[in-house]
């Protein structure tokens, strides 16, 4: 066993990311996985936007108030089972703590600066590995119902991200001409804003490019392996303790998403990042017409609807539940339901069909909308964590910020607001 070579906990969208991005800078790897394949948890079927203009924290005063207006309810977007309270308590604490308007520009800008360097680095490795994951680049169209609520849509873009978002804010007739599939619906909407800097892909498909990369540069990745715990010498990482080995390594790096705490605790290290569960549903749209072009987001009913190419896919909802595993209909109705309110003569043709595949995934929130990256106080063990509902979004941006700091370069953008032991 080498000593010298990186352990990486979890093989999701942010372990292989920073697997990769740590062979480019001539490391060596070894990535563990749990799961009997990678990018089988929350990197599976999520919604596919790389939305460097969503780089707004959930911690919104309007998305706290919808979060407490939707306990006990299986049928609002978000909702936060009455028995969860507790273990979300002093988490919530802070979520709310961290929504003050101050705050939540703050947070914002440096959320948004990791993600145009981000993808950035997406479309880099796209091209020079010609990566293909049903990408398409031609942005994505968020929907407004209440002309208010796009107004205050504009000002936030204008303020957070200024000029380096391109957006395009159209009427109700070009955002049809825009998306003909909009017809059906157009009279409900007031307008709508196209940011023409994101992009949209398969985030499993991208996943798979990223591992067979990792394996082509040498890098190892074995599945079926769960770290049960990482074993310390004087306060330095010594060993990571699997279900099958012991393996020496000085250097671990936590990419374990929303399962990242539990691996932590034990070591000292409370790192307020909890589970927040989605759904998404993808229906087969093989051989039907006049199917959708852009990736639509309906703002009034928070969930987003993304067309593949003989696919399209349907997220949302946020549920406060712990890892709570069990499928819950209402979801399934509701997501269905939106469908239906976004693309009516889509729905009336996908309904029904029995391969539509059921999805959710445990997103890994941290209280101020932030992601952790980089050392923590014990020597050897970093962190690459809690990228909440922009995973995809800020992946190659924090493998890439974190390889740089393991490596003692220059960071390409300010590492301090994400730093692990902030
Ligand atoms: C419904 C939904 C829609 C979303 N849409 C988008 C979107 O459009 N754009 C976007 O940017 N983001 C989106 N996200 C968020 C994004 O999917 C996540 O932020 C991202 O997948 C997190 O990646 P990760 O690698 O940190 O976690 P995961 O993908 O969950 O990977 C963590 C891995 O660690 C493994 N692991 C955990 N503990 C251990 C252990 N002890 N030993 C070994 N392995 C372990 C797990 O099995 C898992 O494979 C969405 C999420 C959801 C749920």
């Known amino acids: 066993m080498d000593k010298d070579q990186i352990i990486i906990i979890g093989g999701g969208i942010i372990g292989l990311a920073t697997a990769n991005a740590l062979l480019d800078r001539g490391e060596k790897v070894l990535v563990l996985e749990k799961n009997s394949d990678t990018a089988t948890a929350a990197s599976f079927a999520n919604a596919g936007m790389l939305t460097p203009s969503q780089s707004t924290p959930w911690n919104s005063p309007s998305d706290i108030f919808y979060i407490l207006s939707g306990i006990g309810k299986k049928d609002s977007p978000m909702s936060l089972s009455p028995r969860a309270i507790p273990s979300y308590f002093s988490w919530g604490l802070r979520f709310i703590l961290n929504s003050t308007p101050s705050r939540f520009e703050r947070i914002s800008k440096s959320i948004f600066s990791l993600a145009k360097y981000s993808k950035d680095l997406t479309e880099k490795i796209r091209k ?15 929907l407004f119902r209440n002309t208010e609520r796009l107004q205050k849509a504009i000002d936030l873009s204008n303020r957070i991200y200024g000029e380096s978002n391109s957006i395009e804010v159209l009427n109700q007739k070009q955002t049809v001409e825009l998306e003909p599939s909009l017809n059906k619906v157009r009279k409900g909407l007031v307008g709508a804003i196209h940011y023409k800097d994101d992009e949209i892909g398969d985030a499993y498909k991208f996943c798979k490019s990223l591992e067979e990369s990792i394996r082509n540069k040498g890098g190892r990745i074995l599945v079926n392996t769960n770290i049960k715990r990482i074993l310390l010498n004087k306060r330095k990482v010594n060993s ?40 998404s549903l993808t229906y087969n749209t093989a051989g039907l017409e ?77 209280a ?55």
């Open 240 to 279: 990571v303790v699997t279900d099958r080995a012991v393996l020496r390594a000085k250097r671990v790096i936590v990419c374990a998403g929303s399962w990242s705490p539990i691996l932590l605790k034990e070591l000292g290290i409370k790192i307020p990042v909890k589970p927040v569960k989605g759904y």
């Open 368 to 422: 101020d909308g932030l992601p952790f990256i980089g050392e923590t106080k014990i020597e050897g063990l970093y962190l690459n964590t809690g990228h909440g509902h922009l995973g995809w979004t800020l992946a190659m941006g924090s493998a890439n910020l974190l390889a740089d700091q393991m490596t003692n370069a220059e960071t390409e953008i300010d590492s301090k607001p994400y730093l692990a032991n902030r």
């Open 128 to 142: 020079s590995e010609e990566f293909c994951y049903e990408e398409s680049t031609e942005g994505t169209l968020k």
């Open 290 to 366: 006049n199917t959708p072009n852009l990736s639509v987001i309906d703002e009034s009913i928070h969930i987003a609807i993304t067309p593949y190419k003989n696919r399209i896919r349907v997220a949302g909802t946020a549920e406060f539940v712990g890892f709570n595993d069990e499928v819950h209909p209402k979801r399934i109705t509701y997501l269905n339901s939106k469908l239906n309110e976004v693309y009516p003569s889509l729905f009336s043709k996908v309904q029904g069909d029995e391969d539509t595949q059921v999805w959710f995934g445990f997103r890994p929130m941290s």
